[in-house]
């Protein structure tokens, strides 16, 4: 059998003989990203927002979801022409219409920025259906 030799090399050959001005930058590298990817405060809303009723909503509802779910067509199951359907379902039309802006299904139904921005006040508010 063949003896191996292995070449043991200094540990600290090509190591800095002070590493703490490395480890000084590194922790100043660090605290920058932290401050530069910090997130953007919520903004509070706004005290002259008006509070959204349920009558503006529904004006909503009837020229925008009726259609998909109202009395005659209830697509997946919901619907949206009496309040307590609404009300049962305030989350999910919450979701799909002001935070994933999922529906209506590619806008076919025309739903403009302001409508969505009043369904979310009105969800954000209680969502009451009175």
Known sequence: MHQHRFVVQRLDAGRAKNPWPF??????????AIVLLKPAPVAAP??????VTFAQVKTVLEQRCYMCHGEAVQ????????SAAV?????????QVAVTRQMPMNNSTNITEE???MIKRWFESGASVE
């Open 23 to 32: 480890a000084a930058v590194g922790v100043v590298l660090i605290l920058g």
């Open 46 to 51: 706004t005290a002259n927002a008006t509070p």
């Open 75 to 82: 697509m997946k199951g919901i619907r949206l022409d009496n």
């Open 87 to 95: 009300k049962a379902n305030a989350q999910g039309v919450f979701q």
């Open 115 to 117: 409508e969505r921005q």
